[in-house]
């Protein structure tokens, strides 16, 4: 191992891992209530028009258009009622010339007609007519057969994350089973000396395992299935041999600790040898998690990330988490992100990224973003944040009462 190593950028570390990941090829059938931020396995095409039958959309009258025409305060149309159309039933009348039917929210516009007068601007004269104050339009306050979604038409690509609203649209139309892609399986392997069960009580210079749950948790937020496979010691042969199982059940293996450049470092070696091409990035131009390593063995990724928690998470986030998008075929993910001003400066160094957490405070009905100083290895220096700020790599810092973007955790 040498002693030091050549970093490159975020973006470059991404490019060369990304350009050798491959779909998962496993799908499973879901019952809809099920499907919530699952990824789409195929294209979904609708089996039929949403509406299928012309619809109201407000309360108020079925009338043909063209008898409304000019119609006013001063000068109303008078209209003939012919009937009322009954919630949840077919339309059993036919509005004729000078002819209007009661129609309510939803309901089905009865043959004849083709707009809707809403309630408001009509006013009854007896128990058989109704006078109309503004007209109406063709298509007014109705909804045509198709007007939401034809048949036969694309509802949503492979690779779509399903949110409530598809769910409904995919409800509208008949469809409650989708087939979604398998969650990647994520094996999470801890490694240490000092490092316990967070069940334990830690002895002199120990500390208890904090990355496996965070990361387990950032893995099923972006919908993959994370495997805890415990906590190897600084022994290279258990820490191979661990590795090795772990990796041998999973899509993807993440290994925390030991990937920082020093005279005990075995984790590169280790994860070099698990399989072809081996180790991509060895090093990456942010800060906190520099160490970070990337790498595929025989078509799964691999990543070592730094111990620290603080650096953990932001190397996940940073590498992890759009591996996993992508073997899912998913597209990027849209950052939730705010503007607001930075409170105090933030220094940094050209050349590197660094990742700042920021808490979020209003001041004023002005959003400030106030910076979370603290050591990589402070979980809480995260726990206090709401979001990140990025410090470009050519820059030297952000200086206070600077806007700037914060990415929302």
């Not at 499973?28 to 294209?43: G, K, S, T, Y």
Request: glycine share 10%; charged share 20%; aromatic share 4%.
């Amino acid at each position: 191992m040498p002693e030091l190593f050549h970093v490159v950028t975020a973006d470059e570390a991404n490019a060369r891992l990304q350009s050798l990941l491959t779909l998962l090829d496993r799908a499973e059938e879901l019952p809809l209530h099920a499907a919530l931020e699952r990824v789409l396995f195929q294209d979904l095409h609708a089996p039929c028009d949403l509406p299928a039958f012309p619809r109201s959309t407000m309360d108020g009258f079925a009338v043909r258009a063209a008898d409304t025409f000019g119609a006013s305060e001063g000068l109303p149309a008078y209209l003939t009622l012919c009937g009322e159309v009954t919630m949840g039933r077919q339309a059993d009348l036919r509005v004729g010339s000078g002819q209007a039917a009661r129609v309510h929210t939803g309901g089905m516009l009865p043959p004849g007609s083709d707009a809707v007068v809403m309630v408001e601007h009509t006013q009854a004269v007896d128990a058989t007519m109704i006078e109309v104050v503004r007209p109406v339009a063709v298509g007014e306050n109705m909804l045509p057969v198709g007007e939401d979604v034809r048949a036969g038409a694309l509802l949503f690509a492979r690779g779509h994350r399903l949110r409530p609203q598809d769910l409904g649209g995919l409800a509208g139309v008949g469809l409650t089973t989708v087939c979604v892609v398998a969650r990647p399986r994520v094996a999470l392997l801890a490694t240490g000396d000092e490092v316990v069960p967070a069940d334990t009580t830690p002895g002199p210079g120990q500390v208890r395992d904090i990355n496996s749950y965070t990361l387990a948790a950032l893995t099923r937020r972006v919908g993959g299935e994370p495997v805890l496979c415990g906590i190897a010691p600084d022994d290279k042969a258990t820490l191979r041999r661990m590795a090795v199982a772990a990796l041998a059940t999973a899509d993807v293996l993440v290994v925390s600790a030991g990937s920082s450049v020093s005279t005990r470092d075995m984790t590169a070696e280790i994860i070099a040898s698990l399989g072809q091409p081996g180790i991509l990035v060895h090093g990456v131009a942010i800060q906190p998690g520099k160490p970070t390593i990337l790498a595929m063995a025989d078509g799964r990724p691999v990543f070592g990330l730094p111990g620290n928690p603080v650096s953990a998470m932001a190397a996940f986030e940073l590498f992890v988490a759009p591996t996993l998008r992508r073997l899912q075929g998913a597209g990027e993910a849209l950052s939730a992100v705010t503007t607001a001003r930075l409170a105090r400066n933030i220094a940094s160094k050209p050349g590197r990224e660094d990742l700042v957490p920021v808490r979020l405070e209003r001041r004023a009905d002005q959003l400030w973003a106030d910076p979370v100083f603290g050591k990589s290895n402070q979980i809480y220096t995260l726990a206090r944040a709401d979001g990140i700020v990025r410090v470009p790599l050519d820059q030297s810092g952000l200086y206070a009462d600077a806007l700037v973007e914060v990415r929302l955790f």
